[in-house]
């Protein structure tokens, strides 16, 4: 089993679970030395304290070097730990790498519902996190906007991420509550009392207030002072 | 009688020949055929793939010569010697494969299967990890210390020779370069010759 997925393996989105890595990186990443000597023989377990060693986040970098964060992703496509296990990632406290990959791995290989279920609450993870860019230098990332891109864009880590249903479809057919936060309540309640009479239209402020909260880190930062100083 | 008089009986004055030993032959050929099915009919590898816990420290003999002394031809060639099968590996990467094959793993009795790790053991490695993260850097002892303060002066020692091989390297270098853009008329003046090569 050194690049083989393990053989109970399910298909997911129809296809063998390592496929969700571009060929040319899974090759990529079976030829480097991260993979041959770190992720050799590595259990959902043992993968823990790897993944909580990881440097970075991140994709391809420098002479289209993979990230050891992609490794162990693919190690985990391999190995298709129970849900629960991933779940149990993203949720620990301790590590943020590896929330940051359980996360990752969850949104390649969750359902839509799932997905906003266990990665919204990580919105709220306002920890760094560092990024390896594709010049090879490294920029600062918070949790919540590499949720937020994981939520919203199509291709994140040089990895395109399968289609999810807008968080507006799930809402529709009442599958998924409006999301309300304690945030956003703020935000609204300011918003509401501006333009207390004027209740057209309230889909769209709540969303567009959502993209200004997660765009803008600094007041949200300010923000979330304000709140525990309040309470 | 003895064996050598038997040629005579049969042969005539072929008697100089080589008799073959028809019974000896036919038992090492008995031998042979059973060992290859003794090997095989060897068991499957019965445990499943471990990762390897150490750093494999790979770079750690770089640029150091080591004696080897251990019989057989292949661990005296250079390179890396897998002590398991015997056989020599060029460089790290060729290793790595190596040791991460089949064939090695085998002899290891494992086969390429990986354990599958329960939500438990995934629940009590997290609450390790907490534990460790909650207990603040420990502090080391004095032995520990010099050991730490050693291992820092090696390093130390160790970059410090790479640097000034390398400064003689780009010397040596620059030298080179500077010998051949000599101006050949103002060599002759100056009264250099240049050897032609003598091939
Ligand atoms: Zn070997």
New binding site residues.
């Given amino acids: 089993m050194a690049n083989r997925t393990v053989s109970d393996a399910k298909n997911i989105h129809g296809t063998n679970p390592q496929y969700l890595l571009e060929k040319i990186i899974r090759s990529r990443i079976y030829e480097s030395l991260y993979w041959k000597e770190d992720c050799f023989g590595l259990t959902a377990e043992s993968l823990i304290d790897k993944a909580d060693q990881l440097p970075c986040i991140g994709g391809q970098y420098g002479n289209q070097k993979p990230t050891e964060f992609l490794c162990l992703t693919l190690k985990l496509l391999q190995l298709q730990p129970e849900k629960e296990i991933i779940i149990d990632f993203i949720r620990n406290e301790d590590s943020k790498y590896l929330r940051a990959l359980g996360a990752f791995y969850f949104r390649l290989i969750g359902d839509s519902l799932e997905i906003y279920k266990y990665l919204e609450p990580l919105l709220y993870d306002f920890r760094k996190l560092r990024r390896r860019l594709p010049d090879g230098a490294y920029d600062i990332i918070h949790m919540d906007e590499f949720i937020d891109s994981l939520l919203r864009d199509e291709r994140v880590c040089d990895t395109i991420l399968p289609r999810i249903l807008k968080r507006q479809v799930l809402e529709d057919n009442e599958e998924l509550e409006p999301r309300v936060s304690f945030l956003e309540d703020e935000l609204e309640q300011e918003a509401l009392a501006a333009a207390k009479k004027e209740k057209k239209d309230r889909s769209r402020s709540r969303s567009s207030s959502r993209v200004s909260c997660y765009r803008n880190i600094k007041t949200i930062n300010i923000y979330f002072y304000k709140c525990i100083i309040n309470n | 009688m003895s064996t050598a008089y038997k040629g005579s009986e049969v042969g005539g004055d072929t008697n100089f020949r080589r008799t073959w030993d028809r019974e000896e032959y036919e038992k090492k050929a008995l031998e042979r055929e059973r060992e290859s099915e003794r090997a095989k009919v060897k068991e499957k590898p019965t445990e499943l793939l471990k990762a390897r816990k150490e750093k494999l420290e790979l770079d750690k003999y770089l640029g150091k010569s080591q004696v080897v002394q251990t019989a057989g031809a292949a661990s005296k060639q250079p390179g890396f010697y ?4 015997d ?1 020599n590996i060029k460089d790290s990467v060729n290793y790595l494969d ?2 991460n ?1 089949k ?2 793993q085998s ?1 290891l009795n494992r086969t390429m299967k990986v354990e599958r790790s329960s939500i438990e053991d995934v629940r009590a490695k997290l609450a390790k990890l907490k534990k460790k993260k909650e207990e603040p850097e420990k502090e080391l002892t004095f032995d520990e210390r010099i050991e730490k303060a050693k291992k820092d002066e090696e390093k130390r020692k160790e970059s410090r020779k790479a640097r000034k091989k390398e400064k003689k390297r780009r010397k040596r270098e620059q030298e080179e370069q500077d010998s051949e853009s000599l101006d050949p008329e103002l060599a002759a003046i100056m009264g250099f010759k240049k050897f032609k090569s003598s091939n």
């Fill in positions: 897998c002590k398991i099968c056989c190596h040791i094959g064939r090695h002899k």
